[in-house]
Nanobody, 126 residues
């Protein structure tokens, strides 16, 4: 059983940066696919980024590609999401998710992940 705790959310002006972290406990993230999803008020969950189980490939949603960077630290058992050039439309609750059975074709699917954090709020103002 993996417990995930996100941190690093907050308020920032458009064009600014934030770094979100997701710390895992209970088990290692090594060998697990890890992803970030977000949900804005009144909208469905949106895929943000994911790292495959092998740790070798990283995938990004079209709306964040080129602005966000997802990294994994197997020693610290954490993942981080560096968010640059933030836009007001990035405002959402950001969730970390992990799963050991997530195949590459399912990395963008919420249903593929077994473990979820409680979420952290990111607010971008104009």
């Amino acid at each position: 059983q993996v417990q995930l705790v996100e941190s690093g959310g907050g308020s920032v002006q458009a064009g600014g940066s934030l770094t979100l972290s997701c710390a895992a406990s209970g088990d290692t993230l090594r060998g697990a696919a890890v992803a970030w999803f977000r949900q804005a008020p009144g909208k469905e969950h949106e895929f943000v980024a994911a790292i495959a189980r092998s740790g070798g490939a990283t995938y990004y949603g079209d709306s964040v590609k080129g602005r966000f960077t997802f990294s994994r630290d197997n020693v610290k058992n954490t993942v981080s999401l560096q968010m640059n050039s933030l836009k007001t439309e990035d405002t959402a609750v950001y969730y970390c998710a992990a799963g050991r059975r997530v195949i590459t074709s399912a990395l963008t699917s919420r249903a593929a992940y077994d473990y979820w954090g409680q979420g952290t709020q990111v607010t971008v103002s104009s």
